[in-house]
């Protein structure tokens, strides 16, 4: 099963891993190895904050990376790999447990869940165990609180899922949105008879107390904001822009890819239809018709199940909610914040079947058709990745190693003047400091977006090389004409 799973991960991903240092990648790698404006010394990981982001568990892990792979991009994207197929297999578990044995169905699943392109971050990006090592943390936690149902006389499931809470929300703080929920399936999940207080609401309130310790490191001792989204954003109310984000991440979970091409390739709803639109819609349609024949299903043969089994989807929906708040306050929605509630919405699937006794076949069915419907969907869409910003600024930064680092068309340390998006200089390129880690040495960019600022800024630095970079193609020599 391992084996299958990892198989079907590296086909799906490979074509799209970069083969240098871009971007953040870049910038942190730098920040960590010569810098040490990144976390660069153990002890920081737990007394300072970077970024405005206190994630001691992921910046632990980036600095051993980054201690034994130096700037080798292969160490750390075989890690993300190794991990993604962790996540996975930890799916497939769940799936098991949830569905109660049926490896057909927890196969088909873990195969939707590895394959989605919701993963594409964490297993494609350097800094990508900030996603992976949270979902990990995540993902066991949904283990342990499920056999916390199951066995409520076992005290050991509600704290090992408080143990993996902590270390979840200790590598991505985006998790700390789910702490009521939790704290209210461990509180009910504990038997009653022979327990006291403690037992029964010990978990629960150290769900509560991690979550108070965690912001009160952050704004008393590290005297930082408590939220801090993407790009250091600090998260608002912004009423138009939260419900626009929410209908993106509501309408991507459940099939409907949508957002901005940077950010989720291309939209099959509310944009103009490209070839294939049609086809990716019906597939959206036919995961969603699944999934309400699931849980209709699994609803309706469930009135016998013991402990609240049959409410496992408003969990489901209110931990996909919880889930979901933090992205849509900060200033977009990128899929990779998509990817537990993913993770929950597939596993109603597994519990429809578990709640089946001996009428499986239905929901099996289903169950099949949904998963099939979601890799096609997504085979489908791979090929807008390019339009995503990561993918496409990889591509940028391979390019320029290529024709101008590799081929050595400039002097080293020369300045460069490029027809190209201030992206490329300014994020993919970190403003020249690419040079720096593939030549040695930092060279000085000038981006022109228009035909008339290139022509612009040749003649203002006369003395600098000119390329003109062809998207996702090559970056060629400009003409001698200024």
């Not at 990779?336 to 578990?354: E, K, M, T």
């Not at 089946?356 to 085979?379: E, Y």
């Amino acid at each position: 099963m391992i084996l299958i799973l990892a198989a079907a991960s590296y086909w799906r991903f490979i074509p799209w891993e970069p083969t240098v240092f871009y971007g953040d990648d870049l910038y942190n790698i730098l920040a960590t190895l010569k810098d040490h404006e990144f976390i660069s010394e153990w002890h920081q990981a737990f007394t300072a904050q970077f970024y405005e982001k206190y994630r001691p568990v992921f910046e632990l892990t980036w600095l051993a990376l980054a201690k034994v792979f130096q700037f080798d991009l292969r160490g750390f994207l075989a890690f993300n790999f190794c991990l993604h197929v962790l996540n996975a297999t930890i799916f497939f578990a769940i799936s098991m447990l949830l569905s109660k044995g049926n490896r057909l169905a927890s196969l088909a699943l873990a195969l939707a869940f590895a394959c989605s392109r919701f993963a594409l971050y964490q297993v494609t990006v350097a800094t990508g165990p900030v996603e992976g090592l949270a979902l990990t943390m995540f993902l066991l936690v949904v283990a342990f609180a499920v056999m916390a149902c199951r066995q409520p006389g076992e005290k050991r499931w509600q704290w090992l899922a408080v143990i993996a809470f902590a270390l979840c929300v200790l590598t991505h703080e985006r998790y700390l949105s789910i702490t009521p929920l939790l704290a209210l399936t461990l509180a009910l999940s504990r038997s009653r008879q022979n327990s006291g207080a403690f037992d029964r609401y010990g978990a629960a309130g150290a769900c509560f107390a991690i979550a108070l310790l965690n912001v009160l490191i952050k704004t008393v001792l590290l005297h930082s904001a408590f939220f801090v989204g993407t790009g250091a954003t600090h998260l608002d109310l912004n009423v138009p822009r939260i419900i626009d984000q929410s209908e993106q991440a509501l309408l991507s979970v459940f099939g409907f890819n949508y957002g901005p091409d940077y950010l989720a390739g291309h939209s099959i709803v509310f944009d103009s239809p490209l070839p294939g639109d049609d086809l990716a819609r019906a597939l959206a349609s036919i995961t969603v018709f699944c999934a309400l024949v699931a849980t209709i299903y699994g609803f309706t043969a469930g009135k016998q199940s013991p402990n609240g089994q049959r409410w496992y989807p408003a969990f489901a929906l209110m931990l996909i909610i919880l889930l979901l708040v933090p992205p849509v306050l900060t200033i977009h929605v990128e899929q990779r914040w998509l990817y537990a509630p993913l993770a929950i919405f597939l596993s109603i699937f597994a519990w429809s079947i578990g709640l089946a006794q001996g009428r499986r076949l239905v929901p099996t069915i289903v169950c099949l058709a949904a998963c099939a419907s979601l890799l096609t969907m997504d085979i489908l869409l791979s090929q807008y990745i390019p339009n995503i910003f990561f993918s496409s600024s990889a591509t940028a930064a391979r390019l320029a190693k290529r024709d101008i680092v590799d081929t050595h068309a400039a002097p080293i340390g020369a300045e460069l003047v490029l027809r190209a998006s201030q992206d490329v200089c300014g994020w993919a390129l970190i403003k020249g400091r690419f040079f720096e880690l593939y030549e040695g040495t930092a060279r000085k960019l000038y981006c022109a977006d228009t035909d008339d600022t290139f022509a612009a800024l040749r003649r203002e630095h006369p003395l600098a090389h000119a390329f003109t970079y062809n998207h996702g193609v090559s970056f060629s020599p400009a003409n001698e004409s200024k």
